[in-house]
């Protein structure tokens, strides 16, 4: 699936379906055998479900009787008694020889638990029963059982990815009809373990508009080149920033400009430190740096940049050229506010400086994109695990991994999208954010968990398309 769905739009979706002619109890029972049958490819040994007061319980119950029927031995407790089509499934369960337990004490150890407490349903923190099931879920965890959440981890904004205290942290989640958002960006990919995806067809309905539709190959934009191309038709860039004791961050950012394919690299410095023979150095003087700038097809500001740049951001901002906001010149923005820019810019902000900019809290990565795109009508890239873009419906990069949590990347990603911009690339956002997590993946498979951010420029030119 290359969309995602929040709880809302995942709710009318059930709607619609079960309004198509096909019954609730029917596609909780489809639920709950495509959760029976990735439980067996496990091959567990004994299961515990907790089935909670919803649908999601009612899945739960469906997944206890069909593990029962298929000889898997089977514990379950109930947290309260449920209704309409979740007590359907109760009612199966008891049918074919489960018992209904009330409380954890009586359970003996199992090696997987299913979580069937809460599902899309939450948007606040678990509270009673439901918080001390979660807690119990920990424990077992902690003793080495193994975790399979139904639809959503429990506690786990679905629609945001905001995981409230307590929450579950599953080793796999199976989510069904549609790919819920929050499994994708902010805390979902360190609570949902592996992310399974079953539409439980056949079905057919008028899809809605989707919450996000997710980054991948077939949605980027990579520029093209003439076989007769040279280093003045393959679009110049220039860097602003990589300053005296920051020089690193420059660097980088140009040499990934440069990986990307921009057929020319300026840097503009003060550093007297210069180590990369391929970038072209450009004086640390307003004018230099504007004369320089009316000549490229894209500027990068910010890496390495300082907090004492703003007149030349302020000469920048002014300038007809695409602009790629990042690190100190966004932190600088921050303290003072410029209207609206007239030509097209690019913000990368990861949480931290988006914070700065908008004063919104971390927990709801989406109300934190809105307000940037409220502050200034600009494309944004809110980076951080699940990066999102701006677009309608925001796009949203389906990856969460350490290794892209290094010092440097995001240097790497300004001078990515700077290179594609300068390449004529009409997507040169949501394109660098997939190439700059290829490029990280494909480092972490030649050098395994100590991925540094140059390892990663090193592999730009060896990524799947490039």
């Known amino acids: 699936m290359d969309e995602t769905f929040d709880a809302q739009g995942a709710r009318v979706l059930d709607r ?71 007590l359907k499934a109760r009612h199966f369960f008891e049918d074919v020889g489960g018992e ?58 679905a629609s945001t990815g905001q995981a409230y205290h307590p929450s579950i942290e599953a080793d796999m989640t199976l989510t069904f009809l549609a790919l819920k958002t929050g499994l994708l960006t902010g805390e979902g990919p360190s609570m949902s373990g592996e992310v399974c995806f079953d539409a439980l067809k056949p079905w057919s309905v008028e899809i809605l508009a989707p919450h996000t539709r997710l980054i991948s190959e077939e949605r980027i934009d990579l520029p093209s080149h ?70 490229c097809l894209a500027v990068v500001i910010g890496p390495g940049l300082g907090l004492d740049a703003g007149p030349v951001i302020e000469a920048l901002w002014e300038l007809d050229v695409p602009l790629v906001v990042d690190a100190d010149a966004l932190n600088w923005l921050s303290e003072h506010p410029l209207p609206n820019r007239k030509a097209p810019w690019i913000g990368t902000p990861h949480p931290l400086e988006a914070h700065r900019l908008t004063g919104q809290s971390f927990d709801d990565r989406f109300s934190m994109l809105e307000s940037l795109e409220t502050l200034y009508a600009a494309t944004w890239v809110l980076k951080g695990a699940g990066t999102l873009v701006t677009g309608t419906p925001t796009w949203l990069n389906p990856l969460a991994n350490p290794a892209l949590g290094t010092a440097g990347s995001g240097d790497i990603l300004a001078g990515m999208i700077g290179s594609l911009w300068a390449q004529g690339s009409k997507s040169p956002a949501i394109t660098g954010v997939w190439l700059h997590s290829q490029a990280f993946l494909a480092a972490l498979n030649h050098r395994g968990s100590g991925v540094i951010a140059s390892d990663a420029i090193e592999m730009i030119g060896r990524s799947k398309t490039s």
């Open 100 to 157: 209904v337990l009330d409380t954890v004490t009586a359970l003996n150890a199992a090696d997987w638990v299913v979580d069937g407490l809460l599902g899309t349903g939450c948007d606040r923190p678990p509270e009673g029963a439901i918080a001390s099931a979660i807690h119990w879920i920990h424990t077992q965890r902690a003793e080495g059982a193994l975790v399979m959440s139904l639809d959503v981890p429990s506690g786990l904004n």
């Open 226 to 295: 003439s076989k007769t191309a040279h280093k003045g038709s393959r679009g110049s860039v220039l860097v602003v920033g990589g300053r005296q004791g920051m020089e690193g961050a420059g660097q980088l950012c140009g040499l990934a400009a440069l990986r990307t394919g921009a057929g020319k690299v300026f840097w503009a410095t003060d550093a007297p430190l210069f180590d990369v023979p391929e970038l072209i150095r450009v004086p640390w003087d307003v004018d230099a740096i504007t004369g320089c700038a009316t000549d």
């Open 16 to 86: 619609q379906i079960i309004a198509s002619g096909i019954s609730g109890f029917c596609l909780m029972m489809r639920a709950a055998k495509a959760a029976c049958d990735r439980l067996l490819h496990e091959h567990p040994q004994s299961v515990i479900c907790l089935a909670g007061p919803g649908n999601n319980g009612g899945d739960a119950y469906g997944v206890a009787g069909l593990l029962v029927l298929a000889g898997i031995p089977t514990q379950l407790v109930a947290l309260t008694t449920p209704t309409g089509d979740a």
